[in-house]
């Protein structure tokens, strides 16, 4: 089970940071990512950690910006997004996947929580 929070309003530039709890399989072999969903559009990969925590990935247009993490002790992920933009209004998810790491293709999701940033 995967419970996302963390979304809520920010001003263009400011920062919030999303959190997964996950419960109820050994996570510690699974990629975790986060993912989002702005009206009218697909679904995206935005980021991911490998099981270990060691490697991660982002999707080009949050590079710089958004760093995710895991730990292992609390059983969460976690999305730092700084410098946020209008454009990066969405709805977030996180994901697991029985693998080393991944950007597509996730087993697991929790459900959504929403970022809206202002212009």
């Known amino acids: 089970q995967l419970q996302a929070s963390g979304g809520g309003l920010v001003q263009a530039g400011g920062s919030l940071r999303l959190s997964c709890a996950y419960s109820?399989?050994?996570?510690?072999?699974?990629?975790m990512g986060w993912f989002r969903q702005a009206p009218g559009k697909v679904r995206e990969f935005v980021a991911a950690?490998?099981?270990?925590?060691?490697?991660?990935r982002y999707a080009d247009s949050v590079k710089g910006r958004f760093t995710v993490s895991r730990d292992a002790a609390k059983n969460t992920v976690s999305l730092q997004m700084n410098s946020l933009k209008p454009e990066d209004t969405a709805v977030y998810y996180c994901?697991?996947?029985?693998?080393?790491?991944?950007?597509?293709?996730?087993?697991?999701w929790g459900q959504g929580t929403q970022v809206t940033v202002s212009s």
């Open positions: 994901a697991a996947k029985l693998t080393l790491i991944a950007t597509s293709d996730y087993d697991y």
């Open positions: 109820g399989r050994t996570f510690s072999n699974y990629a």
């Open positions: 950690i490998s099981r270990g925590g060691g490697s991660t």
